[in-house]
């Protein structure tokens, strides 16, 4: 990591092209949300590079810029998104079938909505078991995919004429799988794509692929990709940053919003059970065991993280926790969730919370996706390269170093955050000490 005083970030020249495999709800709600924002149309609410500002030195300073201000980050105006999708449906008609999006405001962004055709995907039934589409690639080792996808991605550089590029993955839930043998080291990973090694997911053969194309790369899914240790040494070969995993929207921001607090007051907890209904594709892929797992493992683990019951068992060693997804359709993305919260407090006395979330999965998790890739191009401008763990904000299984837990405390992840574009520009970091301003 370099020193502060040396961090040189890279101005934000040109465009910056945003390559997302998967083009369903979310994305068609980020693409037609920025034509939005372009046209006045609409404001990024829940964007924090938008909408956030960045408190500098002591608070009798009164400097606080805009995010976006303080670091130079691309302009909305700047952004060229292209896409893979094994639907062939442009982003448009996408946009029409998620039904996120009014069509009052869908019809008035049909043109620049119609131009976004996706490109072939590279698909495998074994990891995503509940939808079928023709719009794949077809023939071929692993490898050769790879290789389809490097050309895809150079043509669309050559194409929109983009001078930096991020690759973030806004596609299907993959099923749950662990790092295997081929996994262990690029080597191993470059030869099992020659040998169609059937643990490599369709999600790593596209990072493989921006990463060796000098892309960076951000999973927005909760399934494996990056999380092992050849992706880690070719993004660390080459110089690139890398972020993930899931995007943390809904019933887990919750849940990092009130698990915190109730810590910070001691007061226990004896069960949590958390239970969604979703009607979207997501909601459909979900239904499979296999991609659920995945799932649940992200939507299960900030809960021990943050409430760490080995340092209190009085209050948090054997809480029950319980996550399930029902897809329903007739919901659509409009997605319902609940939360049952049983806690105690001064000698032991039961008390309950319930949290019923009227969400909109794909409106929250919209800004994450434009936050994630203006984050990750600067850190790429800056020189930062591997995991992003001030990134975890934004991310349900924060990627994390070996040797340090994951931090899945929200109010602590934004504070980490922001130190990092202090500490990026030379400011000095904020303790929220205060005793300076007293006797
Ligand atoms: N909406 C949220 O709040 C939220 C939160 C956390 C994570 N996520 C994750 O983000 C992803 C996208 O969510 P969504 O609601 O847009 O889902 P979606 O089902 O609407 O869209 C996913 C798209 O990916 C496509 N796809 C699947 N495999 C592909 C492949 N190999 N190559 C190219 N395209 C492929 C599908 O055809 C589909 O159009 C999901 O994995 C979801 O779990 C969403």
């Not at 037609?32 to 046209?39: P, Q």
């Not at 006045?40 to 606080?64: A, D, F, W, Y």
């Not at 400011?427 to 929220?432: P, R, S, W």
Request: charged share 25%; with cysteine.
């Amino acid at each position: 990591m370099p020193n502060p005083e040396n961090v040189q970030i890279a101005p934000a020249e040109g465009k910056l092209g945003v390559l997302i495999p998967g083009m369903g709800a979310v994305t068609t709600t980020f693409i037609a949300g920025l034509e939005a924002i372009k046209r006045g149309m609409g404001k990024p609410i829940g964007s924090l590079t938008q909408l956030g500002t960045i408190r500098l030195g002591k608070r009798t300073e009164g400097r606080s810029p805009a995010i976006r201000d303080f670091v130079p980050l691309a302009n909305i105006e700047d952004l060229a998104v292209g896409c893979w999708d094994i639907f062939e449906d442009n982003a448009y008609e996408a946009a029409v079938k998620a039904g996120v999006l009014e069509m009052p405001l869908l019809e008035q962004l049909k043109e620049p909505l119609s131009a976004i055709t996706p490109m072939k995907g590279v698909f495998d039934q074994d990891y995503v078991k509940r939808i079928h589409g023709p719009n794949v690639k077809t023939g071929g080792s692993k490898m050769d995919y790879a290789e389809m996808v490097m050309d895809d991605i150079r043509q669309f550089r050559q194409k929109t004429g983009a001078t930096r590029l991020t690759m973030i993955w806004c596609g299907s839930t993959e099923v749950f799988h662990q790092a295997a043998a081929v996994h262990a080291t690029l080597k191993d990973f470059e030869c099992g794509l020659q040998k169609n090694d059937p643990e490599i997911s369709p999600s790593q053969i596209y990072a493989y692929a921006a990463l060796k194309s000098g892309v960076s790369y951000a999973n927005g899914a909760p399934h494996l990709t990056t999380d092992m240790p050849a992706l880690l040494e070719l993004a660390r070969n080459m110089n690139l940053p890398l972020s993930g995993k899931d995007y943390k929207s809904g019933q887990t921001f919750m849940k990092t919003l009130i698990a915190p607090g109730l810590k910070s007051r001691m007061l226990g907890l004896n069960g949590w059970f958390s239970t969604n209904i979703l009607g979207n594709r997501d909601g459909e892929v979900l239904d499979d065991p296999g991609s659920f797992r995945s799932k649940e493992v992200t939507k299960s683990s900030a809960l021990e993280y943050i409430l760490q019951g080995e340092l209190y068992p009085d209050l948090y060693k054997d809480f029950y926790h319980k996550v399930r997804i029902e897809y329903y359709p007739p919901r659509g993305d409009a997605k319902e969730g609940w939360d049952n919260i049983d806690i105690f407090g001064w000698l032991g006395y039961p008390m309950q919370i319930k949290i019923n979330f009227l969400c909109r999965d794909s409106i929250l998790a919209a800004p994450l996706v434009l936050d994630i890739v203006l984050f990750m191009d600067l850190a790429q401008r800056a020189g930062m390269r591997g995991v992003q763990e001030w990134l975890s904000f934004y991310f349900k299984g924060p990627m994390h170093a070996p040797e340090v837990y994951p931090e899945h405390d929200v109010f602590i992840q934004l504070m980490k955050l922001k130190n990092t574009l202090r500490w990026m520009r030379g400011e000095d970091l904020i303790t929220h000490l205060g005793l300076e301003y007293y006797d």
